[in-house]
């Protein structure tokens, strides 16, 4: 008498087994839709928001240590120039920010003269910035 009991309850638990992994397998993940202009400008705005944020701390440490006189002669040439390539791009990333803010998608131009120096911060500091 347990036999059939035994085999139903066994094709219950196959049956379970099955259905869970039929549905593991049905749809795989959603399609991602395409990133508009707008979207990826806010992103980039984000990465220049917090790089120049980061950018600033930095030079405001090594401003404390160049008061204090702590810095070599070299040192202090590359905080000046880093302080003058901060003080050139924050305009140029609060327009891009604007604009982001306001709808628009800033033009290419604008995002690349931001990159440019950028770029000047990865040379004048050896490639870290």
Not at 8 to 21: G, K, P
């Amino acid at each position: 008498m347990r036999r059939p009991f035994v085999w139903r309850r066994m094709m219950v638990v196959m049956l379970v087994l099955v259905i869970i992994a039929g549905c593991a397998t049905m749809g795989g993940p959603a399609p991602q839709k395409p990133q508009t202009a707008l979207e990826r400008a806010k992103l980039q705005s984000v990465y220049f928001l917090g790089w120049y944020k980061a950018q600033f701390k930095d030079a405001e440490a090594m401003g404390a240590l160049a008061i204090a006189g702590k810095l070599s002669p070299g040192q202090l040439d590359v905080y000046r120039v880093k302080r003058k390539l901060l003080v050139e791009v924050k305009p140029l990333i609060d327009v891009y920010d604007a604009l982001v803010a306001g709808g628009s998608p800033p033009s290419a131009d604008k995002e690349q003269q931001i990159l440019d120096i950028i770029n000047r911060f990865g040379t004048l500091t050896g490639g870290a910035s």
